[in-house]
């Protein structure tokens, strides 16, 4: 069963409400006219059909599916009830679970949308309604009012579906401005989603709107607005004619673009790349020496690059190729010795063609001048390739100093990683450097060999480098300190983490405004080391830095749950939500009111408390309907105790198809068709969740159940076998006697 989100993360900035959820507003309609706004969020309870106090006495039993049918209804009722009363909160927590119990009833996500817009929860309410949107998808306006919204929350697929509707309600009616705009966002989305298909038929719509624009309903405002700067929007336009191998029409994209502003270099690279797209390598070549004419140092990389895609593919043999691409560069190179782009991709056809001394010379001169990640990282290649572990070392140091940290050579450093041999190589170039009299090594390579220790995992080397990298880092320290301490818990190399943010907090590295991130980091890794009152000291530090920053007044709660003090934990988290728990003004307030009871959850559960812990999650998924933590989580609980079984079904199927490699995910749904007795799915369900390398106890466990159903008895005791050596190794007694047990009952005869 899935967990709350993981509190080690970063403290996430504050959200903002987008600027469509207005527009979403009066496209969905206010259902409340009749009932003043304003109410407080009142304490009354769900309505439930297990109430007690029901009579309840049906001739024939109902099946689950009726009796959800009629437990929405009277949700659905009840709401409407407190509708009247002007109790909005708790109407529309009924109306939400009315939709839970019953999601076929759509016309409830009306009532949802607009008591959320009431309650001045646009989010909440968007949330509903592109749900509403994706099941009932017959309003155009509010389609793509609510594809404008998941836009901008960076759902770019999830937005073009609703746009692809939209169009497809539409494709009858007259054209229009709206629809032109409409076709420009499917294609910008589907170009980036990689359908570039779509994306070209979707700009060849715009393309023809603008071209007769009496014919489509495009005023000036209209045109203003999709080429508010034409040349990037006949750029993109051209980009997806091209991926979608549309020369003729990406030609006269790129010329139009070219049109708006003028550049012939970069018109002529274009064309060369149509031309070579479509093999036609000799004009491919022609405009390519048009462009590179006039030297253009800002487009030069991707010229050479083509340059010699164009010269391989003319050539009738690599060391032809080779030889000519060379003769080529070193003409450009020789020209223009300022040029960059032209020694880079002089020394690349050096590395190539195996003349190493000439790329080392040039690659020297070239990061000297011209210092950039494309420099360093070819000099990493070449010397790796080389074994040249010392000069590896220094091109290391130089990047470092630029970038603090390893990632933007990842590509580069990552093989060092990977391979004990040179990174260990490496990191005795640096020690033998560090024992040397003199200049020996200096920070750039201190701070390099730290940080390719620690990505490593060679904490021993770690610990040798990190006072030198660190103490000379200047500027940099705080960043490189954040840096190295967040990968040491990642490592679990909690004690080593603490030291790096007590240096942190000591030293006041951080500025005030950010001070209290920096006990926020203390207080997880003092936490991680087991240090638990220390941790509570520094998590009330940062809460008190920051009083008003719910990520780190939850600190403390997790803290506590983390430690096995659940009662504390749940006061705790009690109080933060007492505090947060109506606070809807922003994005970070919501999802950390959302991970405590996601926490509080968790602690019933622990402690046998199913119908708290179902509550806490059924809170969740009143406003997050579509969080994939809390529908498996929920879910899992109810088929496990043999309630809502279809229910329960339902939203772990949802969950899966959100994360389908979550292996926690994968063992509920293949739980919940033991529940259902499909016996046979689930063991195929079992298997996958079981097919990694350290299959979860508990998975073994229901695998061995499923087995054992469709009569596999050998296969069962096999899986309980590694299910009991599962449970021995994570020290779980209760689970292990209870599959031992199953082992003993079916032994071999």
């Known amino acids: 069963m899935c967990g709350a989100a993981d509190p080690n993360g970063h403290p996430r900035d504050g959200g903002r409400v987008p600027a469509a959820l207005i527009l979403i507003a009066a496209g969905v309609g206010s259902l409340l006219a009749a009932y003043p706004a304003g109410a407080a969020e009142p304490a009354a309870p769900a309505f439930s059909l297990t109430d007690p106090t029901l009579p309840h006495d049906p001739v024939q039993p109902r099946s689950e599916e009726d009796q959800d049918r009629v437990e929405a209804a009277a949700q659905y009722a009840y709401g409407r009830l407190l509708l009247h009363r002007e109790q909005y909160a708790d109407a529309l927590r009924n109306f939400q679970r009315a939709y839970r119990a019953d999601p076929q009833a759509a016309s409830v996500l009306g009532e949802i949308v607009a008591v959320a817009f009431e309650l001045e929860r646009p989010a909440e309410a968007a949330r509903y309604a592109v749900i509403s949107a994706e099941r009932n998808p017959t309003d155009p306006v509010l389609l793509r009012r609510l594809a404008v919204y998941l836009t901008e929350q960076e759902q770019p697929a999830r937005a073009l579906r609703l746009y692809q509707r939209a169009a497809e309600l539409t494709a009858d009616d007259p054209p229009d401005a709206a629809m032109v705009i409409m076709h420009f966002e499917m294609g910008r989305l589907s170009f980036l989603t990689d359908d570039y298909e779509l994306a070209a038929n979707s ?126 560069l070193e003409e450009f190179q020789a020209a223009d010795p300022q040029d960059a782009h032209a020694g880079y991709a002089l020394a690349d056809a050096y590395r190539a063609a195996d003349r190493g001394e000439k790329a080392e010379k040039l690659l020297a001169d070239l990061v000297r001048r011209a210092p950039t990640v494309e420099g360093y990282a070819a000099q990493i290649e070449l010397y790796r390739a080389e074994s040249a572990w010392d000069k590896l070392l220094q091109a290391l140091g130089a990047a470092v100093v630029e970038t603090v940290t390893l990632a933007p050579l990842s590509e580069s450093v990552q093989p060092l990683v990977d391979d004990d041999a040179p990174r260990r190589a490496v990191l005795e170039a640096a020690r033998a450097r560090a024992a040397q009299d ?137 109080k933060f939500l007492e505090k947060y728990g109506r606070d809807h003004r922003s994005d970070e307030v919501r999802d950390a009111v959302r991970e405590a009871r996601l926490v509080l959850s968790n602690i019933c559960v622990q402690q046998a408390r199913m119908a708290d812990a179902e509550e806490w999650l059924e809170q969740v998924l009143d406003e997050f309907p579509e969080d994939v933590g809390a529908l498996n989580d929920l879910g899992y609980l109810w088929v496990d105790q043999g309630q809502h079984l279809q229910r329960g079904l339902r939203m772990i199927q949802q969950a899966v198809a959100q994360q389908p490699d979550n292996e926690a995910y994968r063992d509920s749904l293949g739980w919940a068709y033991y529940r259902l007795e499909r016996w046979e799915e689930a063991v195929q369900q079992l298997q996958q969740a079981a097919a990694g390398e350290e299959p979860d106890g508990v998975i073994l466990d229901h695998l061995g159940d499923a087995l054992l159903a469709t009569g596999d008895t050998a296969g069962a005791r096999d899986a309980w076998r590694r299910a009991v050596r599962k449970f021995r190794e994570d020290n779980e007694p209760q689970r292990l006697e209870t599959t031992r047990a199953k082992l003993q009952q079916h032994r071999r005869e």
């Not at 638990?532 to 506590?560: C, V």
Request: proline fraction near 4%; aromatic fraction near 8%; charged fraction near 25%.
């Open 203 to 328: 700009f060849a719509f715009v393309r023809r709107a603008l071209n007769e624009p009496r014919k489509f309903g495009v005023d000036q405002a209209t045109r203003k607005l999709l080429l508010r700067r034409p040349e990037i929007s006949w750029t993109l336009m051209a980009e997806a004619f091209l991926k979608a191998d549309r020369a003729a029409e990406a030609t006269e994209m790129f010329t139009q673009a070219d049109a708006a502003r003028p550049d012939a270099a970069r018109l002529a690279l274009q064309l060369a790349r149509v031309a070579a797209q479509q093999q036609n390598y000799k004009e491919a070549l022609d405009r390519l020496d048009a462009c590179l004419a006039v030297r253009p140092r800002k487009i030069g990389g991707e010229a050479y690059a083509l340059l010699a895609e164009c010269v391989r593919a003319t050539s009738a043999s690599p060391e032809e190729a080779a030889a000519r691409l060379i003769q080529r």
């Open 438 to 574: 003199g200049p020996g090594i200096d920070r750039g390579m201190a701070q390099a060999a730290m940080l390719l220790a620690l990505a490593g995992g060679d904490f021993e080397r770690f610990d040798q480098f990190y006072p030198l990298a660190t103490a000379a880092a200047g500027a940099d320290r705080a960043e490189l300190l954040i840096q190295c301490g967040v990968e040491l818990l990642l490592a679990e190399q909690s004690d080593r983490a603490v030291q790096v943010f007590q240096t942190l907090v000591d030293e006041n590295l951080l500025p005030e405004a950010n001070a209290a991130a920096g006990y926020y980091y203390l207080a997880g890794a003092l936490e991680m080391a087991g240090r638990t009152d220390e941790a509570l000291q520094a998590a009330d530090k940062a809460a008190e830095l920051a009083p008003d920053t719910p990520r780190f007044a939850s600190r403390t709660g997790w803290i506590q749950y983390h430690a096995g003090r659940p009662d504390d934990a749940e006061q705790t988290y009690l």
